[in-house]
C-alpha cells in the first residue's frame, strides 16, 4: 500500500535518509527543506510554516498518512529554537487535519542531538509558553548564559537544546515567560 509522507529535513541528515528510504519503498514523498526539496521553506518563519501548510495542501489534495518532523539545527542560534521547536510544533500542529483523511494516520517528531545538552529552565519556561519572538527582533546569534563564565565548565548557550523540550514537563508552579531571556530580547 503506497502511502503519503511529509517529511520535514528532507535534503540532509536524517531527514534525507528517512525520505530516500520511505521512496525506495514505493511511498510517496514531500519533502520539505530550506533547499533541494518538493516544498522549499523556511519552518523559523510564520510565512514559511503557512506556505509549507498551504503547499501541501495543494500537492496532496488535503490527505497524508504521516508526518515526519525531522528538521532541525545544533547551533546556538534563534534559528535552532524557531526550527527544532516552533517549526516542528506547528508542523504537527497545521497538517494533523490532513491526517484525519487517512485510514491510519501517523506522526514522529524527531528530536537533535542538542537535547543531551543541559536545559535551561528560562529557555523551557519562554517555549511552553509559546513566547517565540518575532522573526524581525531575532538576534542572529544567542549569547552564552551568564553562569557560564567559570572557566571550569564548558559554555552552554541559548537554544542549542530547543528539541529536548518537548519530553520535559515544566517546572512545578506557574510557567511564565521571563522578557530577560536573550532570545526574546529585541
Do not use: C
Not at 14 to 25: E, M, P, R, V, Y
Not at 35 to 44: E, G, P, W, Y
Not at 102 to 123: C, F, I, N, T
Amino acid at each position: 500500500m503506497t502511502r503519503t509522507y511529509v517529511v520535514t529535513g528532507s535534503a540532509s541528515g536524517i531527514g534525507k535518509a528517512t525520505a530516500d528510504l520511505l521512496a525506495s519503498q514505493g511511498h510517496r514523498v514531500i519533502g520539505v527543506d530550506i533547499h533541494d526539496a518538493d516544498i522549499v521553506v523556511d519552518l523559523t518563519t510564520e510565512s514559511g510554516r503557512a506556505s509549507m501548510t498551504e503547499r501541501v495542501h495543494e500537492l496532496t489534495g488535503g490527505r497524508i498518512d504521516a508526518i515526519v518532523a525531522v528538521a532541525g539545527l545544533a547551533t546556538p542560534t534563534v534559528a535552532t529554537v524557531g526550527v527544532n521547536y516552533f517549526g516542528m510544533v506547528a508542523t504537527l500542529e497545521r497538517l494533523r487535519p490532513m491526517l484525519d483523511e487517512s485510514d491510519a494516520p501517523r506522526a514522529v517528531g524527531v528530536s537533535s542531538m542538542a537535547s543531551l545538552m543541559p536545559v535551561d529552565d528560562e529557555l523551557v519556561e519562554a517555549l511552553v509558553a509559546n513566547n517565540e519572538p518575532p522573526p524581525s527582533r531575532a538576534p542572529t546569534s544567542l549569547p552564552p548564559t551568564p553562569s557560564t563564565a567559570s572557566s571550569s565548565t564548558p559554555p552552554r548557550r541559548w537554544g542549542s537544546h530547543a528539541g529536548s523540550v518537548a519530553t520535559r514537563r515544566p517546572p512545578s508552579g506557574r510557567v511564565r515567560a521571563s522578557r530577560s531571556t536573550p532570545w526574546l530580547q529585541g
